[in-house]
Structures are given as structure tokens and as C-alpha cells.
Nanobody, 120 residues
Framework: VQLQASGGGLVQPGGSLRLSCAVSENIFGIGTMGWYRQAPGLQRELVATMTTIGNTNYAASVKGRFTISRDIDKNTVDLQMNSLKPSDTAVYYC???????????????WGQGTLVTVSS
């Protein structure tokens, strides 16, 4: 099973982008899903997460500008990013707590990363 992320690119400051992430196949269970990012020279950090019942958690730096959403039926999680700043430039990674089959345990999965560059 894979997490397939898309939607990165180059955008000017103040602009918007939408990232999408999909679980590649039907599996037994999907728990919390979210987005993390890693800027050059820095550690990976949480951007936003959403539980299966819709509870959200946002990094202070993105609150009010980014919105995370999920489609439980389609097994997708999106990140709408508005009012982007140069400091948002990073590789964004999709993350999910997944359980492949009833015999498996819950495990952490990561997507391949998608680059977001905010620059004029």
C-alpha cells in the first residue's frame, strides 16, 4: 500500500495551492491522516492532521491559512493552502496511520513528498 501525493508546484507569495493524497488500495483500516513538511536544513514538522472523526490539529504557523480535509469514502486527504508565504517553501509529505488487513497492526506510512515553492 502507498500514499500517493500530488499538487505541489511554484506559486507566488499570497497565492494558493491544494495538495492531495490518496491511499493506493482498499485496506482494512485508516486512522489519522495528515501532512508534514521539511524545509532545507530543517527537521520534518507537522503541518496538519485530521482524525477519523474530524478532529484537526494545525501548526501555529499555518492556522487560519491552511485547511485539511478528508474524504473517508475515497480514502483521500487534502490540504488547501492559502495566503502562502516564502517560509512555507518545503517538501510536503502525506502521512497516514494504516492497517492493511485484520491480521496487521497499525503502522505509519509516508507518501513520496511533493515540493511546494513560494517565490516571486
Amino acid at each position: 500500500v502507498q500514499l500517493q501525493a500530488s499538487g505541489g508546484g511554484l506559486v507566488q507569495p499570497g497565492g494558493s495551492l491544494r495538495l492531495s493524497c490518496a491511499v493506493s488500495e482498499n485496506i482494512f483500516g485508516i486512522g489519522t491522516m495528515g501532512w508534514y513538511r521539511q524545509a532545507p536544513g530543517l527537521q520534518r514538522e507537522l503541518v496538519a492532521t485530521m482524525t477519523t472523526i474530524g478532529n484537526t490539529n494545525y501548526a501555529a504557523s499555518v492556522k487560519g491559512r491552511f485547511t485539511i480535509s478528508r474524504d473517508i469514502d475515497k480514502n483521500t486527504v487534502d490540504l488547501q493552502m492559502n495566503s502562502l508565504k516564502p517560509s512555507d517553501t518545503a517538501v510536503y509529505y502525506c502521512n497516514g496511520e494504516l492497517r492493511r488487513t485484520v491480521a496487521d497492526t497499525w503502522n505509519d506510512y509516508w507518501g513520496q513528498g511533493t515540493l511546494v515553492t513560494v517565490s516571486s
